[in-house]
């Protein structure tokens, strides 16, 4: 039986391991009927074979057998004198199927249908690349090193997807070696010279986001949710949390024993500090939160002009600046506000917050109950012994504890 080898006409068609077979199948047999429409005006009575295994095709003709002298289509049918010349036995009426020889179609037929079906192979490439990326905005994935210029590096996925780092989305100190393997979110897809480009990003705040839901379960399962990312690629992030489980601290999940779960993330991030705050609908807390690890002693706030003036001792104000003026500058945009820091002149004065401020920590009659008791202020709160306070307030000394714990944290540096 005559047959066409394709595995070395065809490699492309070989190399299209992410295409499903039936697809490949169906892109040879429409590339084939295209040339027999061309050469005998009408496919319909052609069957086109293919072994994608082998590389083995054949075409088959079937043709009427008709009255010598009643034939009216040569495509379509073939004279009963001329049928018995490979079948004997063969009736008038009966179908012939012979095989066609694809050198019939001419060496130049040939070679245009070898570039259609290169062409149509790279159309399915670039759709499946697609299909798979375009849905995946603001996910992880992982790629391997394959080639570093200086204005982007090339990755490869699992199964061979080029994948774009440009330098632009790079940590500042990230330095990729070839081979190596390297996490980064899908920024976006975008077209390039009419083939799909997959840009990554490691400076993206989605990335942190991400590695942040794959290290804490919490996050994941929607306990714990993330308000806000403000991020300073390779030198600081503020990621504000809120917890839907009055039982789940979010900044300890976050956290997690002893760092275990922010250490892995921080190396990821080429040791960018992350500060973990809890998010609150209260603006001046949320502002001395935002502002860590400086510890503020009061502040001026101006919530029509989204200002707010922050003043605190000599020792704390390059805290609050930060490097580069970095923690102040991701405080604003965390917070929405613009800050100014001033020195604080009197020394002699200490910060306060009003109980009434922690409402959304503290449960309310919990407040109205420390309050009978004449502590109105966080510190008014924690200059009392817990046992004063289980006493004189009638309170439960595990909800004690956890108000003092709670009131605390506002007056300790991270």
Wanted: aromatic share 6%.
């Amino acid at each position: 039986m005559a047959s066409i080898n394709l595995i070395e006409s065809f490699t492309e068609f070989k190399e299209a391991e992410n295409i499903d077979r039936p697809t490949l199948m169906k892109v040879l047999e429409d590339v084939f009927k295209t040339l027999l429409r061309k050469k005998y005006g009408s496919d319909e009575n052609f069957d086109v074979i293919v072994n994608t295994d082998k590389g083995d095709l054949e075409i088959i003709r079937r043709r009427e057998i008709v009255e010598d002298g009643q034939v009216e289509d040569p495509n379509l049918q073939i004279a009963y004198s001329e049928a018995i010349k490979t079948e004997p036995d063969y009736q008038v009426g009966e179908e012939v199927y012979e095989e066609v020889d694809i050198f019939e179609f001419g060496r130049r037929a040939v070679l245009a249908a070898k570039q259609t079906l290169s062409a149509r192979i790279g159309d399915l490439k670039k759709n499946i690349l697609l299909a798979k990326y375009a849905d995946r905005a603001g996910e992880i994935v992982s790629g391997e090193v394959y080639q570093v210029w200086r204005k982007e590096a090339l990755l490869l996925d699992d199964e061979g997807n080029e994948l774009l780092l440009p330098k632009s989305e790079q940590i500042p100190s990230d330095f990729f070696k070839k081979g190596e393997t390297v996490r980064a979110v899908v920024k976006k897809v975008e077209m390039r010279n009419n083939m799909p480009a997959i840009i990554l990003s490691r400076t993206s705040t989605e990335f942190l986001g991400k590695l942040l839901e794959i290290e804490v379960p919490e996050i994941f399962d929607g306990l714990i949710v993330i308000k806000k990312i403000v991020r300073e690629p390779g030198e600081r992030a503020k990621v504000a949390v809120e917890s839907y489980d009055d039982r789940i601290d979010p900044v300890g999940a976050c956290v997690g024993m002893k760092g275990s779960r922010i250490h892995g993330i921080v190396r990821e991030l080429r040791n960018e500090n992350i500060d973990i705050i809890n998010f609150t609908n209260n603006t001046q807390l949320l502002i001395q939160r935002s502002l860590t690890p400086a510890k503020i002693s009061h502040m001026d706030l101006d919530a029509e002009n989204q200002y707010v003036a922050v003043y605190l001792k000599p020792d704390q104000v390059s805290l609050a600046i930060g490097k580069k003026g970095v923690n102040i500058k991701l405080a604003q945009e965390l917070t929405g506000y613009e800050i100014d820091v001033y020195r604080d002149e009197d020394d002699d004065e200490e910060y306060d917050i009003d109980l009434d401020e922690f409402s959304d920590e503290i449960d309310g009659w919990i407040i109205d109950e420390l309050k009978k008791v004449g502590c109105d202020t966080a510190r008014s709160v924690l200059n009392l012994s817990v046992e004063e306070l289980v006493r004189r307030a009638d309170l439960e000394e595990k909800t004690v504890l956890d108000v003092r714990r709670i009131l605390k944290a506002e007056f300790e540096a991270e």
